[in-house]
């Protein structure tokens, strides 16, 4: 019994080793990829537009655009929001379909570190990281990472690629309406697109730039970005 123990232990110490290295070091060290990344090049076997910039090489307006879409909770929750996971189970047993209620850090621990597809042990997994995250990382570090891996096109990763490739500027330099618009392809970045928006893109782009506005603009991300960055 009590080996068994041991190996218990070693088990769990193991884990919390291999799954918090990564964590830690990817703090500070741009990701070389992700696992969405990995797993796109995998299947088309062909490269993928991976261009990581730092967040205030980034337009002010994009990380708004994508919290006032994705996550408006963002600045305050602890990587869950608890409102949107009871709404979402409360609608699926009155028989409506499952949504998803992931937060912006939950789709950094998946789409960093985890393979696609539903299963308990992925849901398990990608809430320890999503833990870890909050707790080793700052809301604007989870921000920038997210605005780096996350998919905006077929074959295209990051907002820098995205800009380059259907705006034809850098990110710096897109207009709020070009930041909303990245935002709204966001759900299914494979089906829409930010060069060809068909009439439902434009009208979400539209929606999130009303989120944005009645969000307070760039003022609402002062408590977890830099107050210059955001002027």
């Not at 891996?149 to 070009?178: N, Y």
């Not at 060069?195 to 760039?218: C, D, F, H, K, W």
Request: hydrophobic content about 45%; proline content about 6%; aromatic content about 10%.
């Amino acid at each position: 019994m009590k080996c068994l123990h041991r190996w218990l232990l070693r088990i769990v110490i193991l884990f919390l080793m291999v799954s918090l290295v990564p964590v830690m070091l990817l703090r500070w060290v741009p990701p070389p990829t992700s696992a969405v990344m990995v797993s796109r090049t995998l299947a088309e076997r062909e490269r993928q537009d991976y261009q990581w910039i730092p967040l205030e090489r980034m337009s002010p307006d994009i990380p708004l655009a994508v919290v006032a879409s994705e996550d408006q909770k963002f600045p305050d929750h602890f990587g869950f929001d608890l409102d949107a996971i009871k709404d979402a189970v409360a609608q699926h047993t009155q028989g409506g379909r499952l949504r998803g209620a992931s937060t912006l850090t939950q789709q950094v621990a998946r789409n960093l570190f985890l393979w696609q597809g539903r299963s308990f042990l992925r849901k398990g997994l990608e809430a320890w990281l999503t833990l870890l995250l909050e707790l080793c990382w700052s809301k604007e570090r989870i921000l920038e990472v997210y605005l780096n891996i996350a998919e905006t096109g077929k074959r295209t990763f990051g907002v820098q690629a995205a800009s380059l490739k259907f705006f034809s500027r850098p990110a710096s330099a897109v207009s709020r309406e070009q930041a909303a618009l990245l935002a709204a392809v966001l759900p299914n970045p494979l089906r829409f697109q930010a060069a060809r928006p068909s009439a439902y893109v434009i009208g979400r782009r539209n929606e999130i730039l009303r989120q944005m506005t009645q969000l307070g603009g760039r003022a609402y991300l002062k408590g977890i970005l830099p107050t210059a960055y955001l002027q």
